[in-house]
């Protein structure tokens, strides 16, 4: 499932489900996305990042309580 903009603001997050996948892309450069995730119970977060060129470069990943 894509993801869809403006997500550049917490008030303006996409929601992610724990039942799948979302894909998208960090640009242009600088470029900062917001995701907020829901849980019931505790819960095992997976995340996976993937360089799509070389010149593609992560400076961090957050994740808030």
């Given amino acids: 499932i894509a993801v869809l903009e403006p997500n550049d603001d917490p008030g303006h997050?996409?929601?992610l489900g724990g039942?799948?996948?979302?894909?998208g892309f960090f640009a242009p450069k600088g470029?900062?996305?917001?995701?907020?995730?829901?849980?019931?119970?505790?819960?095992?977060l997976r995340v996976e990042l993937f360089r799509t060129?070389?010149?593609?470069?992560?400076?961090?990943?957050?994740?808030?309580?």
């Fill in 13 to 15: 997050a996409t929601p």
């Fill in 19 to 23: 039942d799948g996948t979302r894909q």
């Fill in 31 to 44: 470029d900062i996305d917001y995701f907020v995730i829901r849980a019931d119970k505790p819960s095992l």
């Fill in 53 to 65: 060129s070389p010149d593609c470069t992560f400076t961090s990943l957050a994740v808030r309580e």
